[in-house]
């Protein structure tokens, strides 16, 4: 039992700083700027579930389907890092020009729910975790891991509306720049370590 807690205890740490639940609120704030709080609530539990049945989907069936299809594990961060790096360069700009289609586009899908929450670091992770489960005991404690990630990523976007009420929506404007030149580097870096990766491999 102790070695399954622990088990437990590195699922939810390694899930936890690879998801970062705090770091999803200025992005959060960003994608959902413009919508009604109602709807904001609705975004964090679709984005959150989203990224739950991603991350379950790859525990169970991940390591088949790359193989199947002949993908590698690079290639996927590498396509997840691009994805990323569309969804900065539309924060950086802005979509002013063009406010209905911000209005009426899921983000709680994509980007929210995967690449940004549901990324190829998490799957991977989750993926290794997944090769230590040798009991239903052991697997029981992988998916509680798991599970309790998610609750925290949706109870820090489901507050994070709070927020809005502080800042007013001048100050969204202002996260969304910043998120969207953090989130370009972010999306650099996971290019550049597929490209490394893919070097290595070679």
């Known amino acids: 039992m102790a070695d399954d807690i622990r088990f437990l205890g590195s699922v939810f740490v390694t899930l936890f700083v690879i998801m970062d639940p705090p770091g999803t609120i200025p992005l959060f704030l960003s994608l959902t700027?413009?919508?009604?709080?109602?709807?904001?609530?609705?975004?964090?539990?679709q984005a959150s579930s989203t990224a739950l049945l991603v991350i379950a989907a790859f525990a169970l069936f991940g390591q088949?389907?790359?193989d199947y299809l002949g993908i590698t594990l690079p290639a996927l961060q590498c396509s997840?890092?691009?994805?990323l790096l569309l969804v900065a360069l539309e924060l950086l700009t802005g979509n002013d020009s063009e406010p209905s289609v911000q209005r009426d586009t899921n983000v709680a899908l994509v980007p929210l729910g995967t690449p940004l929450l549901a990324g190829p670091g998490a799957i991977v992770a989750t993926m290794v975790f997944v090769r230590q489960v040798h009991t239903w005991e052991r697997g029981v404690f992988l998916a509680l891991g798991v599970v309790l990630v998610h609750l925290v990523l949706w109870l820090t976007m489901r507050y994070s509306v709070?927020?809005?009420?502080?800042?007013?929506?001048?100050?969204v404007l202002l996260v969304t720049r910043i998120s969207g030149l953090l989130l370009s580097a972010i999306?650099?870096?996971?290019v550049a370590n597929a490209v490394r990766a893919f070097i290595s491999a070679g």
């Open 64 to 66: 088949q389907l790359l």
């Open 187 to 190: 999306a650099v870096q996971m």
């Open 80 to 83: 997840g890092g691009l994805l």
């Open 33 to 45: 700027s413009g919508r009604t709080t109602a709807l904001r609530r609705r975004v964090a539990w």
């Open 162 to 171: 709070g927020i809005i009420k502080v800042i007013k929506e001048s100050g």
